[in-house]
């Protein structure tokens, strides 16, 4: 199951850039769309402050 630790997210929007069909910006914070989208990996990796686990 993918999840974001909301108290590491700086909201740089990263994971949006990679994997739009798996994640999306709630506010100032970065939410999970779809935790089963194909490029999860990519946005996990993509995330500066390695807020995603999955």
Do not use: R
């Not at 590491?8 to 769309?33: Q, W």
């Not at 989208?37 to 999955?54: F, L, M, Y």
């Amino acid at each position: 199951m993918v999840s974001i630790d909301k108290a590491k997210c700086i909201g740089c929007g990263a994971c949006a850039s990679a994997c739009p069909k798996g994640f999306e910006m709630k506010g100032d914070k970065a939410s999970v769309k779809d935790g089963k989208a194909g490029c999860v990996k990519e946005a996990i990796e993509s995330c500066p402050v390695d807020a995603i686990k999955g």
